[in-house]
Each structure stands twice: as structure tokens, then as C-alpha cells.
């Protein structure tokens, strides 16, 4: 699919939003249509005439005018691009309108992503490809200067690419995506951009006292590998915004091990780490003015006569030491090293996690919210403020001291899980006592990266979620 400006193509896209009184074109047809209510305007509906000879057009709703945002306009351009392909449209004309309450930069921004988002498919194991991209050129009309309309088709598309990048990396079964794999994909893609990766092994990460994490690798014969990749978009300034992504290439639970149901998508247990390095991969395409660091412990948590037990008490590289009541809860226990690391060693001004941390959080909140928890709500005002403009909705969950009480170790410093309630909760404040001190925002995204069914724009599967507000958090705020 090319971007390009200005007025050409060969199927038209009319915007209508609901209650139009009048077309300035096709007039005659929408009246028919209306007063049969054969289309309404409803946000996202699609009434098209394409056929082979004469004008071909979509009626694409856009609902209420004062109620579109910029999320909508993504979805009912999703479904634009989804209905060129069912009729293999190879080309398609659009006008960007001044949309009352969004930001012209956005509603440009919004079509492309969302007619680009049509075409992602995780099909490479497919026999018979279902989804078949036929778009080739789309123009786009636009009133702004076509330089600055050029820069933002290009940072979405970037964006993008970013995301399915992300989806990829999740989506590919953990037989082949190994912590090695996932360091050789992180070093082959981010390395040509100037990302400076480092990849630590065994014997490194030992070296580095990481016994939190190690323990929690030990039951795999793959072995961890520490990721660490180093963008420096602003040599300028000394700031630094550090990303941890949680990277269980694959989450059997252990000893304490899932039920057969609950382990089938466990190879989505790095979805926080593929969401760091596309981030990573976006913000170096775009040359975004920040400097970011990248840290993702990669392991396996599988069971073997050498994994971790229940009722081990394990050391970690802040010198804390943890009870594991659970194998299971290791995603905890990975990122309290990857964390500290990211505070002390990569001394970070600012840290965000990004984990598939709780089922807990998929019992709250469903696959729609991320939840998050925090320790400086300046720094959870800039990631609300970015999810906003992603269209990735996150919400913030209490962390009052009393809830630190369940996480406390009976023969060691913590336990790894606090008992049957505000599990979500407790796994947050269970890493807040790696990140000494520093700014911190926990993602937990257990139930946003990854569907069994697709929504809107976000396909079955891993969904990229939260590339887009990361990607805004390091380059707006
Ligand atoms: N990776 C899981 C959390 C998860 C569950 C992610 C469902 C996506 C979908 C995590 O490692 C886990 O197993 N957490 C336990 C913690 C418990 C043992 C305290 C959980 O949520 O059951
Ligand atoms: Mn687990
Ligand atoms: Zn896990």
C-alpha cells in the first residue's frame, strides 16, 4: 500500500455522518438509501457501488459529529480498507476533512493507520492465505502543507510497522521463538538502525547476580539471554526513559503448573517484551529526539529435575530475597532483576514496565483496559495522556501502602504472590520494590495483548497493544 497526494484513484470515498440531509454527490442514490434505511451513517457502516463500469464509491459512516474521534476514525477506515479488498480495489481517493474537535495532523494520521491495519494477517503457516491485500495506491486530498501531510503518513506508517513487528514476534509459536531467537530478531532489526543491542548470556547474566531471574530460567533447556538495546535519539540530553518488557518466551507455570486450556496461547507471555522492541524499532525510523533504553529478560518457565520449586527461597540482583510460594508467578520475578538493572545499572530518569503480568487483571478488567499502577502520578498522567492519543486505554488501579502487607515473606523478604485478592495489585507493588525510587509505571497488559477474537482493528491474536502509547509517551512527553 503507497501513500500518495492528492486527487486521483479509482473508488471514492463519501464521508457521511448520521442525519446528513444532503450529498454533494450521489445525492439521488443516498436519498433513496435513506428513506428505504438502507444506510443510516452509523459509525463504520459501509454502503458500496463498485461494479465495472461508471463511478465507484463507498459510503463509509462516521456516527454522530460531535462523537468521532480519532479511534473511530481508524475503525471505519479499517473497514474501508477491508471492503477495497473483498472487491480487490487496486486504488482509492480520499478526502481529509476538518473534523470538528480532532486535530487535522490526527485524522490523517487515523485513515492511514486504519486502512493499514486492514492488511495485517498472521497467515505463514496457512496452506491457503485468507487475507489477500489488493490496495496499491491511496491518495489522499489534503489542506495542509504537503510536505508536513508527507511526514505524518510516514511516522504512521513507521508506527505501524512497529505494531505488526510486535504481533509477529507474539504470534510465532515458542518453538521457534526462543529467547535466542527473540535476541537475534531484536539485534537484526534494531542493529541497521543505530540501536546499539547488547546480549547478555548465562555466564553474563550469573556475573551480573541476576538470581531472580535465573532461577526462573532454570527449568528450560533454551537457555536466557538479557537484552538490552540502547537508543539515542537526543545525544544532547543526559535523559533517559527506560522500557522493561516482560519475555516469557513461553509460561508452562512451572511445578506449579496451568491447566492444559491455560497454557495454549503461553507463548504470548512476551508480549511486553516484543512491545519494547518495536517500540525501539519505530522510534529509531522516525528519529524520535529521545533517549531510550530497551531491558527484556528472556526465559523459558518450564518444569525439569533442575526448575525452581515451590517453597524455594530465591536471591535476586537488588539483594532481596524472595519466597516463591508459585512457580507460576514468575513474571514477577524475571522483571525485579531486569528492573533494578534498568534503575541502577542503565540508571534510567524514568522506568515503565510492560508485562502479561496477571490473570487477575483479564478477571478485572477484561481485554479492554491495561491496567497500571504506579509510584509518581506525574509520570501516569504522561502514559494516560499517550494512551489517549493511541487509542490503547489503560486504567490506573489503587496502591495504598495496606496491600504491601501481602506480600511479605514468611522466611525471606517477599513472597511472590499475595494470596487470592487484588492480585494485579500486589504484582505491581512487588516490582515497585525493584525500581529504587525511580519514577515507575507498571503496565499489566494480560488481557489487551492478546484476543481469542478480533475487535474492531486489533486482530485474534496478539494484538501489538501498547506499542502506539509507548511510542507516544517516549516521543510527546
Ligand atoms: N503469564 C501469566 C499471566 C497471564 C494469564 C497472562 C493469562 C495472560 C493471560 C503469569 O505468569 C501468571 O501465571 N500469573 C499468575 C500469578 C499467580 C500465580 C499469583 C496468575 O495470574 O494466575
Ligand atoms: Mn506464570
Ligand atoms: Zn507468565
Avoid at 197 to 204: A, G, L, S, Y
Avoid at 270 to 291: D, P
Avoid at 362 to 379: D, K, M, P, Q, S
Amino acid at each position: 500500500m503507497k501513500f500518495n497526494l492528492g486527487k486521483a484513484g479509482e473508488v471514492e470515498i463519501i464521508q457521511v455522518f448520521k442525519g446528513t440531509e444532503e450529498l454533494e454527490k450521489f445525492n439521488e442514490l443516498y436519498s433513496y438509501l435513506r428513506e428505504k434505511e438502507l444506510f443510516k451513517g452509523n459509525l463504520g457502516e459501509i454502503y458500496s457501488n463498485i461494479y465495472y463500469k461508471g463511478d465507484k464509491f463507498i459510503l463509509l459512516g462516521l456516527g454522530e459529529k460531535e462523537e468521532l474521534n480519532p479511534n473511530s476514525l481508524r475503525t471505519a477506515y479499517f473497514k474501508v480498507g477491508k471492503e477495497l479488498m473483498k472487491f480487490k480495489e487496486r486504488s482509492v481517493n480520499i478526502s481529509v476533512c476538518n473534523f470538528e474537535g480532532i486535530e487535522y495532523e490526527e485524522s490523517i494520521s487515523a485513515i492511514v493507520e486504519g486502512l493499514l491495519q486492514s492488511e495485517y494477517s498472521f497467515e505463514k503457516y496457512l496452506s491457503e492465505k485468507k487475507t489477500k491485500p489488493s490496495l496499491e495506491n491511496v491518495y489522499l486530498d489534503v489542506d495542509i502543507e504537503e510536505k508536513l501531510a508527507e511526514n505524518i503518513i510516514k511516522e504512521t506508517v513507521n508506527l505501524v510497522g512497529g505494531i505488526f513487528f510486535a504481533r509477529d514476534l507474539v504470534n510465532e509459536p515458542a518453538m521457534y521463538m526462543t529467547p535466542q531467537a527473540l535476541a537475534d530478531a531484536a539485534k537484526s532489526e534494531l542493529d541497521p538502525l543505530g540501536v546499539k543491542v547488547e546480549i547478555f548470556n548465562k555466564e553474563e547474566i550469573k556475573k551480573l547476580d541476576m538470581k531472580a531471574f535465573l532461577a526462573v530460567a532454570e527449568g528450560s533447556v533454551n537457555e536466557p539471554k538479557l537484552i538490552v538495546m540502547h537508543y539515542e535519539g537526543d545525544p544532547d540530553s543526559d535523559e533517559k526513559l527506560a522500557l522493561v518488557g516482560k519475555g516469557l518466551l513461553y509460561d508452562s507455570g512451572g511445578y506449579s503448573l496451568k491447566p492444559a486450556n491455560s497454557m495454549v496461547t503461553m507463548h504470548s507471555d512476551m508480549a511486553g517484551s516484543a512491545s519494547v522492541i518495536a517500540t525501539m524499532k519505530a522510534l529509531a525510523e522516525n528519529k524520535v529526539k529521545r533517549n531510550v533504553v530497551g531491558v527484556v529478560a528472556a526465559c523459558e518457565n518450564m518444569v525439569s529435575g533442575g526448575a525452581y520449586k515451590p517453597g524455594d527461597i530465591i536471591g535476586s540482583m537488588s539483594g532481596t530475597t524472595i519466597e516463591v510460594l508459585n512457580t507460576d508467578a514468575e513474571g514477577r520475578l524475571t522483571l525485579a532483576d531486569a528492573l533494578w538493572y534498568a534503575a541502577t545499572e542503565v540508571k534510567a530518569d524514568k522506568i515503565v514496565d510492560i508485562a502479561t503480568l496477571t490473570g487477575a487483571c483479564v478477571v478485572a478488567l477484561g481485554h479492554i483496559n491495561t491496567g497500571a499502577i504506579t509510584n509518581n502520578e506525574e509520570l501516569m498522567d504522561n502514559i494516560k495522556e499517550a494512551s489517549k492519543l493511541a487509542g490503547e486505554p489503560v486504567w490506573e488501579l489503587p496502591h495504598n501502602k495496606e496491600y504491601k502487607e501481602l506480600i511479605k515473606g514468611k522466611f525471606a523478604d517477599l513472597s511472590n504472590t499475595g494470596g487470592r485478592g487484588a492480585g494485579t495489585i500486589t504484582a505491581g507493588l512487588f516490582l515497585e520494590e525493584f525500581v529504587d525510587s525511580t519514577p515507575w509505571v507498571h503496565l499489566d497488559i494480560a488481557g489487551t495483548s492478546y484476543l481469542e477474537k478480533e475487535a474492531a482493528y486489533l486482530p485474534k491474536g496478539a494484538t501489538g497493544v501498547p506499542v502506539k502509547t509507548l511510542y507516544y509517551l517516549a516521543k510527546e512527553f
